[in-house]
């Protein structure tokens, strides 16, 4: 029987769902159950516009589920990857000038080129709250249009700029326009992609960073060799800011708002697009702001503990993204040198990223990963401290400077296992801003621990990199500790509610095939209250990723 022969859209009489009257529900070989929660269907997931009665599971096979992915994977992952790799080009485009004497045109002194890097995360920490708000209320993909076009004209602007005064303001525009993006980003995986295969998208998009790092350090050493009117760093910000407006109709013309609004797919596609997320207990979006949710981000402690483990991963990561050319620079190399030596740096960061994703995919666990990817460069950073800078060590110091690159993988890992252990729309959105407001913290830190003045050596902030990593593996630790316990509450939950308390969580498998599960493995959860946008703490259905 197909979906439209199963129900039909609920009327308003129908548009509540009561807990006094349990709705129960037969599918397949799924156990009956029933929700347990009095929602209004008006303001429930945008996905009841195409499925009618949310809590009545149309089954999606095997072959229904590649078919769509494929597509899903074919028109949104390019438009993510790409997006995001100008964002990383624009942000970045400030190192790159570095080697290229921005710091002596526009007579920067003491901490100051530091606080062209900083200056960014100020902005996007002031718009972050806005930023939320606004992208529950308007069209996601026009609202993400707007703001790659806006920040494509900061950077060619930038280009006028000669003095600090003139930089900083370039660059404060600069993450106001940018300050959406890895929300919008982490949005979009959520809405399309299962819990199981968030982690490898996310992390591709995330590794577009090492793209960028590739391809812009290989475009700005032809474009550093251009002699003319201008100086070299404004040229390469001119350059990068005119090619992102002029690849930003692509968002608007492609990317759709959600998965019931996409163009790609027909009707039963979009069902399978929505039903393939059921599992997830996380649904797609809602255009409604709900203020008791935003009051469950507060009281969660699970918000705290994240924000925590961002902070300490992106104040390391603050500092060598701005100071990376330099530091390879204090190894005793000249500025070209620098600019090629940074290339495989960067295409460690694509395959780490890429690594890190594929094992937690497959393990279906964040925590190892984590925890494993942070030894490296604590190991990589004492040797940089304890190391000499005599020109015998070059090579060494740069061995050890691409072990450091490890921990570009942890950053995508704890955007996917927060976003992947938060439900309900206001609520996802809500958490992804507080996470990016970590992320401006660190990265505001991260620079200013580091100067100019401190070369080659860069005690100061390798020591302060060292401890982050030290404390980062810890945290990780306490987190995956507390998402047991939250577990364990939510069994005994489902147990007083005479669900079965075991179930498996069906939304880490690989849905292009049949598995079988057994007793032992727990029964099958039908995951009928997915789309009545309740948060992971309302569900007790919810089970949290370790």
Same mark, same amino acid.
């Given at each position: 029987?197909?979906?439209?022969?199963?129900?039909?859209?609920?009327?308003?009489?129908?548009?509540?769902?009561?807990?006094?009257?349990?709705?129960?529900?037969?599918?397949?070989?799924?156990?009956?159950?029933?929700?347990?929660?009095?929602?209004?269907?008006?303001?429930?997931?945008?996905?009841?516009?195409?499925?009618?009665?949310?809590?009545?599971?149309?089954?999606?096979?095997?072959?229904?589920?590649?078919?769509?992915?494929?597509?899903?994977?074919?028109?949104?992952?390019?438009?993510?990857?790409?997006?995001?790799?100008?964002?990383?080009?624009?942000?970045?485009?400030?190192?790159?000038?570095?080697?290229?004497?921005?710091?002596?045109?526009?007579?920067?002194?003491?901490?100051?080129?530091?606080?062209?890097?900083?200056?960014? +995360?100020?902005? *996007?920490?002031?718009?972050?709250?806005?930023?939320?708000?606004?992208?529950?209320?308007?069209?996601?993909?026009?609202?993400?249009?707007?703001?790659?076009?806006?920040?494509?004209?900061?950077?060619?602007? =930038?280009?006028?700029?000669? %003095?600090?005064?003139?930089?900083?303001?370039?660059?404060?525009?600069?993450?106001?326009?940018?300050?959406?993006?890895?929300?919008?980003?982490?949005?979009?995986?959520?809405?399309?992609? !299962?819990?199981?295969?968030?982690?490898?998208?996310?992390?591709?998009?995330?590794?577009?960073?090492?793209?960028?790092?590739?391809?812009?350090?290989?475009?700005?050493?032809?474009?550093?060799?251009?002699?003319?009117?201008?100086?070299?760093?404004?040229?390469?910000?001119?350059?990068?800011?005119?090619?992102?407006?002029?690849?930003?109709?692509?968002?608007?013309?492609?990317?759709?708002?959600?998965? #019931?609004?996409?163009?790609?797919?027909? $009707?039963?596609?979009?069902?399978?697009? &929505?039903?393939?997320?059921?599992?997830?207990?996380?649904?797609?979006? =809602? $255009?409604?702001?709900?203020?008791?949710?935003?009051?469950?981000?507060?009281?969660?402690?699970?918000?705290?503990?994240?924000?925590?483990?961002?902070?300490?991963?992106?104040?390391?990561?603050?500092?060598?993204?701005?100071?990376?050319?330099?530091?390879?620079? @204090?190894?005793?190399?000249? *500025?070209?040198?620098?600019?090629?030596?940074?290339?495989?740096?960067?295409?460690?960061?694509?395959?780490?990223?890429?690594?890190? @994703?594929?094992?937690?995919?497959?393990? $279906?666990?964040?925590?190892?990963?984590?925890?494993?990817?942070?030894?490296?460069?604590?190991?990589?950073?004492?040797?940089?401290? =304890?190391?000499?800078?005599?020109?015998?060590?070059?090579?060494?110091?740069?061995?050890?400077? +691409?072990?450091?690159?490890?921990?570009?993988?942890?950053?995508?890992?704890?955007?996917?296992?927060?976003?992947? %252990? #938060?439900?309900?729309? #206001?609520?996802?959105?809500?958490?992804?801003?507080?996470?990016?407001?970590? *992320?401006?913290?660190?990265?505001?830190? @991260?620079?200013?621990?580091?100067?100019?003045?401190?070369?080659?050596? +860069?005690?100061?902030?390798?020591?302060?990199?060292?401890?982050?990593?030290?404390?980062?593996?810890?945290?990780?630790?306490?987190?995956?500790?507390?998402?047991?316990?939250?577990?364990?509450?939510?069994?005994?939950?489902?147990?007083?509610?005479?669900?079965?308390? $075991? &179930?498996?969580?069906?939304?880490?498998?690989?849905?292009?095939?049949?598995? !079988?599960?057994?007793?032992?493995?727990?029964?099958?959860?039908?995951?009928?209250?997915?789309?009545?946008?309740?948060?992971?703490?309302?569900?007790?259905?919810?089970?949290?990723?370790?």
């Amino acid at each position: 029987m197909s979906h439209s022969e199963e129900k039909q859209p609920p009327s308003p009489s129908d548009s509540v769902l009561k807990t006094e009257e349990p709705v129960h529900i037969e599918s397949g070989n799924a156990r009956p159950s029933a929700v347990t929660h009095q929602v209004d269907l008006k303001k429930a997931d945008a996905a009841v516009a195409i499925l009618g009665d949310p809590t009545i599971v149309r089954e999606v096979t095997p072959e229904e589920n590649r078919k769509v992915l494929r597509k899903i994977d074919f028109w949104i992952m390019p438009v993510v990857v790409l997006v995001y790799m100008l964002q990383q080009l624009d942000k970045s485009s400030l190192s790159y000038t570095s080697v290229f004497g921005i710091v002596t045109d526009a007579h920067l002194h003491g901490t100051q080129y530091s606080w062209l890097t900083s200056i960014v +995360y100020i902005a *996007q920490l002031i718009w972050q709250p806005a930023s939320s708000y606004m992208l529950v209320r308007f069209p996601l993909s026009k609202y993400l249009f707007v703001h790659v076009v806006m920040w494509g004209v900061c950077v060619a602007s =930038t280009a006028a700029a000669k %003095n600090f005064s003139g930089l900083m303001a370039a660059r404060f525009f600069l993450g106001l326009f940018e300050a959406t993006i890895a929300p919008c980003f982490i949005t979009i995986t959520q809405m399309w992609w !299962k819990r199981r295969e968030q982690t490898f998208r996310l992390a591709m998009w995330m590794a577009a960073n090492g793209g960028t790092g590739m391809f812009g350090s290989l475009l700005t050493y032809g474009l550093g060799h251009i002699h003319g009117s201008l100086r070299p760093y404004q040229v390469i910000f001119l350059f990068i800011g005119l090619l992102t407006i002029a690849l930003s109709p692509i968002v608007y013309f492609v990317l759709p708002d959600s998965p #019931t609004k996409a163009r790609f797919l027909n $009707k039963e596609e979009k069902i399978i697009a &929505v039903e393939r997320l059921r599992s997830n207990n996380q649904g797609t979006e =809602t $255009k409604i702001w709900k203020w008791e949710q935003v009051w469950d981000v507060v009281t969660d402690p699970k918000t705290y503990l994240f924000f925590i483990a961002l902070v300490l991963c992106t104040i390391p990561s603050g500092g060598i993204s701005a100071f990376g050319p330099l530091i390879i620079q @204090g190894f005793g190399f000249d *500025q070209f040198h620098t600019i090629l030596f940074n290339i495989p740096f960067s295409a460690l960061q694509v395959v780490l990223t890429l690594t890190a @994703g594929h094992m937690a995919q497959v393990l $279906k666990l964040k925590s190892a990963v984590l925890f494993f990817f942070c030894l490296p460069p604590i190991g990589a950073a004492a040797a940089l401290l =304890t190391l000499g800078r005599g020109p015998e060590l070059r090579n060494t110091l740069l061995g050890c400077y +691409y072990v450091v690159s490890f921990f570009t993988a942890i950053q995508p890992m704890l955007y996917t296992w927060s976003a992947q %252990n #938060t439900a309900g729309h #206001t609520k996802k959105t809500c958490t992804t801003g507080i996470i990016f407001v970590a *992320q401006c913290v660190g990265n505001i830190i @991260g620079p200013l621990l580091y100067k100019t003045e401190d070369k080659p050596y +860069y005690r100061k902030g390798l020591i302060a990199n060292l401890v982050c990593w030290i404390a980062l593996a810890i945290m990780v630790l306490v987190i995956t500790a507390y998402l047991s316990w939250a577990n364990k509450r939510h069994e005994q939950r489902r147990i007083a509610l005479g669900k079965p308390g $075991k &179930v498996v969580d069906t939304s880490l498998d690989d849905g292009s095939k049949e598995k !079988k599960i057994t007793s032992e493995d727990g029964e099958v959860a039908t995951n009928e209250q997915s789309f009545l946008d309740l948060t992971d703490r309302q569900n007790e259905d919810f089970i949290y990723v370790l």
